[in-house]
Nanobody
Framework: QVQLVESGGGLVQAGGSLRLSCAAS????????MGWFRQAPGKEREFVAA????????SYADSAKGRFTISRDNAKNTLYLQMSSLQLEDTAAYYC?????????????????WGQGTQVTVSS
């Protein structure tokens, strides 16, 4: 099974940018569909972006469209989330997730493997 470790979170001013990374190990990364989710205190975990396995098709939550970009480097076994124009409401713990599927999965229940999360805090 795949193990996932996120990094790249931190404190950033509103309007700034961050790039999150998710390093995968223990399995063939290219076989997995991948996603990013986030969870703010007191709220449910929500979908941010997903990328599929065969041709790197992508899907984004409305809140992420035009500001975030999901990508993957199968040679480096790494998933990325480039975030720009960050807003206060983007503050959350961000999680990467993996599933053995060729389709794009956008639900929490659709993923089998999760990282431990990385905190993103946007300040005014």
């Amino acid at each position: 099974q795949v193990q996932l470790v996120e990094s790249g979170g931190g404190l950033v001013q509103a309007g700034g940018s961050l790039r999150l990374s998710c390093a995968a190990s223990g399995a063939t990364f290219s076989r997995y569909g991948m996603g990013w989710f986030r969870q703010a205190p007191g709220k449910e975990r929500e979908f941010v972006a997903a990328i599929n396995r065969p041709n790197s098709g992508t899907s984004y939550a409305d809140s992420a469209k035009g500001r975030f970009t999901i990508s993957r480097d199968n040679a480096k076994n790494t998933l990325y989330l480039q975030m720009s124009s960050l807003q206060l409401e983007d503050t959350a713990a961000y999680y990467c997730a993996a599933v053995l599927s060729s389709t794009i999965v956008t639900t929490v229940r659709g993923y089998d493997y999760w990282g431990q999360g990385t905190q993103v805090t946007v300040s005014s």
